[in-house]
């Protein structure tokens, strides 16, 4: 069975920064795309970013400068790093890849971000 588990969430004030992870089980990421989703309630899921196998990446236009999508293969672990954090980051935020995508696979972790 495929498990995504994303952790590192947490409250922080505007400015802040944080690095969630993504750990799998039942699944290995290399090779494959990868992805970070968030969704904030009332809201849609949204697509943040995207890695694709051959290591290029997008980002959403609201996260482009301040979000790091990597991968270290070695631990089999996704990152997300984000940096100046604004309050309308806030948001559940989920990991996917391959064809795991979206907000409903996992628990996601959860990012609040305030003053």
């Known amino acids: 069975e495929v498990q995504l588990v994303e952790s590192g969430g947490g409250s922080v004030q505007p400015g802040g920064s944080l690095r969630l992870s993504c750990t799998a089980s039942?699944?290995?990421?290399?090779?494959?795309?990868i992805f970070w989703y968030r969704q904030a309630p009332g809201n849609e899921c949204e697509l943040v970013s995207h890695?694709?196998?051959?290591?290029?990446?997008w980002y959403a236009d609201s996260v482009k400068g301040r979000f790091t999508i990597s991968l270290d293969n070695a631990k089999n672990t996704l990152y997300l790093q984000m940096h100046s954090l604004k309050p309308e980051d806030s948001a559940v935020y989920y990991c996917?890849?391959?064809?795991?995508?979206?907000?409903?696979w996992g628990q996601g972790t959860q990012v609040t971000v305030s003053s």
């Open positions: 039942g699944f290995t990421f290399d090779d494959s795309d």
């Open positions: 890695s694709n196998s051959d290591g290029s990446r």
């Open positions: 996917g890849a391959g064809l795991i995508v979206g907000c409903d």
